[in-house]
Nanobody, 115 residues
Framework: QVQLVESGGGLVQPGGSLRLSCAAS????????MYWVRQAPGKGLEWVSTITPAGDITWYTDSVKGRFTISRDNAKKTLYLQMNSLKPEDTALYYCATTKVGDDRGQGTQVTVSS
């Protein structure tokens, strides 16, 4: 079955960077659209970014454009999210998923942006 395992979160100061990883197994990762979604404390699930199977086209929610970069390594079955210029409002539990609404997401990785 689909398994997604996120890692790479942590506590970072405003303006800092983190790189999230998502190890995928149990499905055809190389032919699947992939997504990052997040859930801030007390809020619902929010779509963050999408990448095509070949990794050639990406989309981002407006609040992270120019700061976050989604990428993938199909040989390693791994999805990434490079996050730069982090802001306190980026604080959330981050998930990779197989749909924009967060289907099949793993346990998530916590990102906390605070001074």
């Amino acid at each position: 079955q689909v398994q997604l395992v996120e890692s790479g979160g942590g506590l970072v100061q405003p303006g800092g960077s983190l790189r999230l990883s998502c190890a995928a197994s149990g499905f055809a990762f190389s032919t699947s659209w992939m997504y990052w979604v997040r859930q801030a404390p007390g809020k619902g699930l929010e779509w963050v970014s999408t990448i095509t199977p070949a990794g050639d086209i990406t989309w981002y929610t407006d609040s992270v454009k120019g700061r976050f970069t989604i990428s993938r390594d199909n040989a390693k079955k791994t999805l990434y999210l490079q996050m730069n210029s982090l802001k306190p409002e980026d604080t959330a539990l981050y998930y990779c998923a197989t749909t924009k609404v967060g289907d099949d997401r793993g346990q998530g990785t916590q990102v906390t942006v605070s001074s």
